[in-house]
């Protein structure tokens, strides 16, 4: 009968080891977290040459954006294209110049969204400005994009 | 005597269920959102379009060129690979990249520069490209330019 009488056995967990362990984790990762932008892209077209390009495609001429030196006043920017010439002001400019170029249904414009577009920055224009270019050309919804070599 | 001296003394016990609760879930967020290790992608100040139209980054297998804004002059680095942006480079970079294309032809060529940099610091990395696609021939190769994603200020 009196081995029936056993007491009950007290079991208890340690959880303070276990704190320690997940502070000193939070510790390391609020120190080393570094936390930035997201990169985000744009496709760029790579001209089709040698071999692969298709010999008997008639070549349109491509809609030009020339991207000047950055100056005090800003960024000169001038588009080419068969019959039309224009020197906006800015990138939004341009890209609702570059808009009104591109053909859709509701919309009577000269070109295609699939014609090529040439980003053409002088040697001295800065790369943040050529992007810029390129993304208004994007946001016209032109999508055959792609950087013009420079020539010396 | 009043019952108040009768009483032992008095045990303050703390909840520590909900701190621990938060301190786990605070640990899964940070390392769920940390990057272990480095990938081939270093820190560069790329450029901001105001604006901007561009699309995620996915995780696609990619080759980073980085043109990276150094001085005396501009770096182009391909992995652990480091070379200089002088016409001299071009071949060794095309060189590079068409060995990484050769090995997997899917992956995309993501052009990674600084937005300080002038199209000119840039552009030996862009022919360099455009070579490399010469050279593993008659591959689609996909190239991206990259930017930071949100809306700059107009300042920069």
């Known amino acids: ?152 | 005597m009043s019952l108040i001296h009768t009483r032992g003394s008095a045990r303050i016990d703390s909840n520590l269920t909900p701190m621990i609760d938060l301190s786990f879930l605070l640990i899964v967020f940070f390392i769920l959102v940390a990057r272990m290790g480095g990938d081939q992608a270093p820190p560069v100040a790329l450029p901001i379009p105001h604006d901007g139209a561009m699309t995620p980054s996915t995780a696609t297998p990619r080759i980073a060129v980085n043109v990276l804004a150094e001085t005396p002059s501009p770096a182009v680095t391909i992995g652990t690979r480091r070379f200089g942006t002088a016409e001299a480079d071009i071949p060794a970079i095309a060189a590079t990249i068409a060995q990484r294309l050769r090995a997997d032809p899917k992956l995309s060529i993501d052009v990674r520069a600084d937005r300080t940099l002038t199209y000119a610091q840039v552009e030996p990395a862009l022919r360099a490209i455009g070579s490399a696609a010469e050279l593993v021939g008659g591959t689609k190769v996909t190239v991206r330019v990259c930017a930071l994603g949100g809306v700059s200020d107009g300042n920069e």
């Not at chain 1, 491509?62 to 920017?77: M, S």
């Not at chain 1, 090529?116 to 992007?131: F, G, Y």
């Not at chain 1, 016209?140 to 013009?148: C, H, K, S, V």
């Open chain 1, 1 to 152: 009968m009196s081995s029936r009488r056993a007491t009950s056995i007290s079991m208890s967990l340690a959880i303070t080891p276990m704190i320690d362990v997940v502070f000193l984790l939070l510790v390391f990762f609020i120190c080393t977290v570094h936390f930035e932008r997201s990169e985000e892209v744009f496709v760029m077209d790579l001209p089709s040459r040698g071999a692969t390009a298709d010999p008997l495609a008639l070549r349109d001429p491509p809609i030009t954006i020339e991207v000047a030196a950055r100056t005090e006043a800003g960024c000169a920017l001038a588009i080419h294209a068969e019959g039309v010439g224009a020197n906006p002001t800015s990138f939004d400019e341009l890209s609702a110049v570059l808009k009104g170029l591109r053909r859709t249904k509701d919309h009577e414009g000269l070109y295609e969204s699939t014609h090529q577009v040439l980003i053409a920055p002088s040697r001295a224009a800065q790369w943040q400005d050529s992007v810029d270019a390129f993304n208004a050309a994007v946001r016209a919804g032109f999508a055959n994009i792609g950087f013009r070599e420079s020539h010396p």
